[in-house]
């Protein structure tokens, strides 16, 4: 065994030979293979899609601060919140966590030169920059008023806005996702390196391999769905229009078909950075390793079977309403593993709480309420009262914001060093990360009281009792905007103020640690072997070089039991 890598080995590449100083000039970028530089694209880009989809949210939320007509018409409202979370969803949630940090660090941890297809890789950065063309071709023409979910019959016989255009902006980034994922899913069975078996990956990787699948299998659904939509509204062909003999319910079967799958394509990747940041940080192996892997499997297949709990007052009937709700229920089971095994970690480990620890801990608790007011969605009874009212809106917020954003910063905060090479202002970080926990309760957690006391949802305005809801959450969504510019001031200070990241600041045992910040063009020079992902006794702080290296006297045991990729 003789491949150990060692950081100071690694470290001899020295800093002017890396991924970002190999190469110079825009078409460097621009046409480049490597999957760091394109991950690196996808952040900017998504990242500036969460700052336009933000900056519309405030504005929503400005026009809440009294209940009169304020300064804009119903009209425009529509267009906000549409905008808002069809930017949202189909341009930064979907996309931010695999695109960005994914692409970055999957083949590294793998050891692996690149992802298995790296033009394709490239041809996915393109179609989402394709599919953000079209959205801000409807934005800056008719906009768009229907909705992120594009219900049937206000998107084909009634809106006047550009709904063909945006419809096939999401379509084009239903492309872009299944590129990604099938690049995933292949590299991932085919470029591991000697010793990691399937049960030696990290996490974080299982939960890019579970987020795939449903990338693959469920996407193609929503693209041919809304093709559909778009020739029923040039053509009239008769497909959801009950005039001429279709079912506009078959549109939100189909929709839903995908678009529950693909809240999970959302949050499991979150799941599986916090999985990472949790070990690191309670400097412990990971507790109940495959049950976590088993159960973003489980989230990913169940995910597929409970779409009806988003039609409930549809009028579908009464039995598929029981099973869908029957179904509902049986997916937080893994959700909730989960949730026990990052707390069964984190008893008695000695916990850090550098920045993306507390991001993470933010994530269980914020994660936690998202998915227990599900519960609420998911019993029938409940939800014929709670439909289409704040405490939906109050929910998914706290699943995707407060779940998958706030992990994706926990990870951005994490990999940084990695990525640029810099380390951060630690307390700055920490205080971001406070703000924006307390802001986003501040936020959402009145709309949780003002829907179950039946205020409905994607109203413009609203009767005098909920005012002071609606007060206290425009407040918190003001603050909440400051603790993530915040953030990202910090991090972009560090670009030029911090100090040189180290090659494994953290104490992760994991393989990206292992190569240089910020790692070389081709990540190894030799492809490693690898053993226990959280093994974190094979790791100690070196003095000498600031920075967490690998113990020469710990050998790595290959697992014998099962042949890897690449043996
Ligand atoms: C424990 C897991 C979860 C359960 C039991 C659950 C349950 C539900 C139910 C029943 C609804 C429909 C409410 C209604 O319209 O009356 C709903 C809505 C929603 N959920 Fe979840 N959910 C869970 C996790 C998630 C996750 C992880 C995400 C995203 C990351 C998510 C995002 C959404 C969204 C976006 C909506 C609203 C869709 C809309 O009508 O615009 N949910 N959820
Ligand atoms: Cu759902």
Known sequence: MTSHVMPAHSDSHSSADNYLTASKGFLSWALTLDHKRIGLMYLIGTMTAMFIGGFLALLLRAEHLSGAPGFVNHDTYNQLFTLHGAIMVFLFIIPSIPGALGNFILPVMLGAKDVAFPRMNLCSFYLWVFGAIFFVGALLTTGLDTGWTFYTPYSTNTSQTN?????????????????????????????????????????????????????????????????????????????????????????QHFFWFYSH?????????????????????????????RFIAFSSMAIALLGFLVWGHHMFASGQSEMITIVFSALTFSVSIP??????????????????????????????????IGGLTG?????????????????????????????????????????????????????WGQISALIVFVAFNLTFFPQFVMGSRGMPRRYYNYLPEFQVYHVLSTIGAFLLGFGL?????????????????????????????????????????????????Y???????????????????VPIVPDETEQPAHA
């Open 335 to 368: 959700s909730a593993i989960k949730v026990f095994n990052w707390l069964a970690t984190m008893y008695k480990g000695s916990i850090v709480l550098a920045t993306p620890m507390c991001y993470a801990l933010s994530f269980l608790f914020l994660f936690t």
């Open 485 to 533: 510019l915040l953030a990202a001031v910090v991090l972009i200070v560090s670009l030029f103020k911090g100090r040189k990241a180290p090659a494994n600041p953290w104490g992760a045992a994991t393989l990206e640690w292992q190569c240089s910040s910020p790692p070389p063009l081709a990540n190894f020079e030799k492809t490693p072997t690898v053993g226990n992902p």
């Open 163 to 251: 709904v063909v255009l945006a419809t096939l902006g999401a379509f084009i980034l239903g492309f872009s996702s299944i590129f990604t994922g099938l690049n995933f899913i292949v590299t991932i069975h085919t470029m591991r390196p000697p010793g990691m078996t399937w049960f030696r990956m990290p996490l974080f990787l299982w939960s890019l391999y579970a987020t795939a699948i449903i990338q693959v299998l469920a996407t193609p659904v929503l693209g041919i769905t809304l093709l559909l939509l778009a020739a029923e509204r040039m053509f009239g062909l008769g497909i959801f229009d009950p005039k001429l003999g279709g079912d506009p319910v078959l549109y």
């Open 535 to 553: 093994d974190m006794q094979s790791v100690v702080w070196d003095p000498d070089t600031e920075s967490f290296v690998r113990r020469g006297d």
């Open 261 to 289: 799958p693909a809240v999970y394509i959302m949050i499991l990747p979150g799941m599986g950075i916090i999985s990472e940041l949790i070990s690191t940080f309670s400097r412990k192996a990971i507790f109940g390793y």
């Open 375 to 427: 519960l609420f969605l998911g019993a029938l009874a409940t939800d014929i009262h709670l439909h289409d009212t704040y405490f939906v809106v109050a929910h998914f917020h706290y699943v995707m914001m407060g779940g998958t954003l706030v992990a994706f910063v926990g990870g951005l905060f994490y990999w940084w060093p990695k990525m640029t090479g810099k380390m951060y202002n630690e307390f």
